[in-house]
């Protein structure tokens, strides 16, 4: 079984009987809003859980960052961090090119060296799912059963490379329980950080 299998939560669901019990006794701050029928009580919006766990993912990848930053220093090791660049291209007809250019970019503003390039199909097998984020679209391939990302992971438990540059999240996963595992992984079993062009945000509501 995979390192990276784990009891994943699905998404977020607002109890419609919690919601009717809150209408009968408000235990928390704000004013009631009246309505035709019933009293409202003012919800905090979903987008707020949603920044706090962009924020909650961020600072995890920053940790490994760290671990491997002060372990490099501790070593007096004054070559610079080696990245692997890694891309998920959305057809077998697609090249990563574009995104090559990026990376190289971002690698050479960070100091970082490229020892290698690699990339994956989207759906390079039929068997796909639906991830648990509402915004997910269309069928896709979990990480660790593509072979590029495979090989990403071999290479850093071998230590040829100190961690993994990639445009955004979604090149890993969308789904923020998948990320997360994915995240710890690389910090916890291959000693490796993952580093993104973009960002952690927020899935925009749908």
Not at 56 to 82: A, E, I, M
Not at 118 to 133: E, G, I, M, Q
Not at 161 to 171: S, T
Request: some cysteine; hydrophobic content about 35%.
């Amino acid at each position: 079984m995979s390192p990276h299998h784990a009891v994943k939560l699905g998404p977020d669901v607002l109890s419609l009987v919690a919601f009717g019990r809150g209408r009968k006794k408000h235990m928390g701050g704000g004013s009631p809003i009246a309505g035709d029928d019933h009293t409202r009580w003012p919800r905090t919006p979903p987008r707020v859980e949603r920044h706090s766990r962009a924020g909650q993912l961020r600072s995890v990848r920053k940790h490994f960052l760290r671990q491997v930053v002060d372990t490099k220093d501790l070593g007096r090791d004054d070559q610079p961090l080696r990245v692997l660049g890694y891309s998920l291209v959305p057809s077998p007809r697609a090249r990563p090119d574009e995104d090559w250019g990026t990376l190289q970019a971002e690698a050479e503003q960070c100091g970082y060296a490229i020892a290698a390039r690699l990339h994956d199909v989207a759906v390079p097998v039929t068997t796909t799912y639906f991830p648990a984020s509402s915004a997910s679209q269309g069928v896709y391939t979990p990480p660790w059963d593509r072979p590029g990302w495979r090989e990403t992971e071999r290479q850093l438990r071998e230590g040829l490379a100190d961690g993994v540059i990639v445009l955004d999240r979604h090149n890993i996963s969308s789904d923020d329980d998948e990320y997360h595992a994915v995240i710890k992984h690389l910090g916890e079993h291959c000693r490796a950080f993952l580093h993104l062009v973009i960002s952690e945000e927020p899935v925009a509501p749908t």
